[in-house]
């Protein structure tokens, strides 16, 4: 099998066989191209056939082939979500790989707050590791919501304005 990469996690099983998903944050996708999917189960990756893919506002959902009801797609949910090698280079547009985010510089507006560190994942959402000039460190949540924009080419992450971090917390 080739090499696969990771593009979402399913969240929720809905009604008439979809599941909303979360995409990997940096990942700009276009999923029109390709037809089979890869769901993790206990470390075997099992092949699944995409029928259909939606997008409404910030949300996406899939439809896999054969399954019809919520009941059917709970299975799914925790579930990771991959693409083969080949499928991968078709669907990317811009992407900031997990790894990538190691070096990163982080931005609040024109300040400057840290570099990334670290990156792992939580059951709640992916997390990275800021450090600070003077050696402290602090966490975020790798989510859309959080950053204004994710610039992979120059290893930039900037802020949401309205993204609270307490400078004043002891």
Same mark, same amino acid.
């Given at each position: ?6 593009i ?5 099983? =809905?009604?008439?066989? @979809?599941? %909303?998903?979360?995409?990997?944050p940096? *990942? !700009?996708? +276009? &999923?029109?191209?390709? $037809? ?9 990756k ?37 693409? =083969?090698?080949?499928? @991968?280079? %078709? ?5 900031? *790989? !997990?790894? +990538? &985010?190691?070096?990163? $510089? ?53 802020l ?11």
């Amino acid at each position: 099998m080739n090499e696969l990469y990771l593009i979402a996690k399913i969240l929720s099983a =809905g009604k008439d066989g @979809f599941v %909303k998903v979360q995409l990997v944050p940096g *990942l !700009n996708i +276009n &999923l029109n191209s390709i $037809k089979f999917l890869y769901l993790d189960f206990w470390g075997q990756k099992k092949t699944i056939e995409l029928e259909e893919v939606l997008i409404f506002k910030q949300s996406v959902f899939f439809k896999f082939k054969n399954f019809e009801n919520e009941r059917e797609t709970t299975v799914f949910i925790g579930r990771n979500v991959f693409v =083969g090698g080949n499928d @991968f280079e %078709k669907i990317v547009n811009d992407v900031f *790989l !997990n790894q +990538n &985010l190691i070096g990163s $510089k982080v931005y609040r507006g024109q300040d400057l707050l840290g570099t990334v560190t670290d990156y792992f994942e939580t059951p709640a959402n992916p997390v990275i590791e800021i450090s600070e000039e003077d050696g402290t460190n602090f966490l975020i949540p790798y989510v859309d919501s959080v950053f204004e924009k994710i610039d992979a080419e120059n290893k930039i992450l900037i802020l949401n304005s309205d993204f609270g971090i307490d400078d004043d917390e002891d």
